[in-house]
């Protein structure tokens, strides 16, 4: 990526991927706080909690120019969640590269937006921010997420307990998955249909 390059907003045909506004911590925290929404994560976030992980998402856009981006339906301009590029963590595969994680509230399940979505955030991944490959993880148990990393053409790189998830947990189980940069240029159109996708990763103080 050129030094000083930014991807504030990128659009698809039914969204809008863009930068965070006071607006949006409302929603956020109704989602975050959604105990549906977040059964595959460890515990739902406060409302001081999601304000936190906003501030956080913002100021990685301020450091590497993108991130996870807020989800906006361009139809309506409802805001419907993140989808973006996120660092992983350490401790897990992949740890020190760069992840693609999705969190999308209830009433915009169903609909193939995290797919959409998705592959607009690859396209940036492996185009303008020029990344030899992306990440994503989730518990095991997280079939709807699974399932949208299979549909972006990932591939199981390791199955890992995680490290900030308790032992006997039913969510410490793991999955990585891995997609290198194509070796021909250009990325598949966004808009494909898709199933429920409760978002990519646990780890409860990072942007999945």
Do not use: K
């Not at 030094?3 to 698809?12: L, N, S």
């Not at 739902?44 to 956080?56: G, I, N």
């Not at 996870?68 to 973006?84: N, P």
């Not at 609909?111 to 990440?135: D, P």
């Amino acid at each position: 990526m050129a030094r000083g390059q930014r991807f504030d907003e990128i659009t698809t045909q039914r969204l809008i991927l863009r930068r965070w506004r006071e607006s949006d911590r409302g929603p956020f925290a109704a989602l975050n706080g959604d105990r549906e929404t977040m059964r595959y994560f460890p515990a739902a976030l406060s409302r001081a909690e999601s304000d936190a992980l906003a501030d956080r998402i913002e100021a990685l856009f301020e450091e590497q120019g993108y991130g996870l981006w807020a989800l906006e339906v361009r139809a309506d301009g409802r805001f419907i969640g993140f989808t973006g590029l996120n660092p992983m963590p350490a401790g897990v595969p992949g740890a020190g590269g760069v992840e693609i994680a999705w969190r999308l509230a209830r009433h915009a399940w169903h609909r193939g937006y995290a797919t959409e979505a998705a592959r607009a955030a690859l396209s940036v991944a492996f185009g303008g921010a020029g990344l030899a490959e992306v990440w994503s993880m989730t518990a095991m148990l997280n079939e709807p997420s699974r399932a949208v990393m299979r549909r972006l053409g990932m591939a199981e790189a390791a199955r890992f307990a995680h490290p900030r998830i308790p032992e006997g947990h039913p969510l410490r189980p793991h999955v990585a998955c891995r997609l290198a940069r194509p070796a021909v240029a250009g990325m598949p159109a966004a808009g494909a249909a898709g199933r429920p996708a409760h978002g990519g990763g646990t780890v409860p103080d990072a942007g999945r």
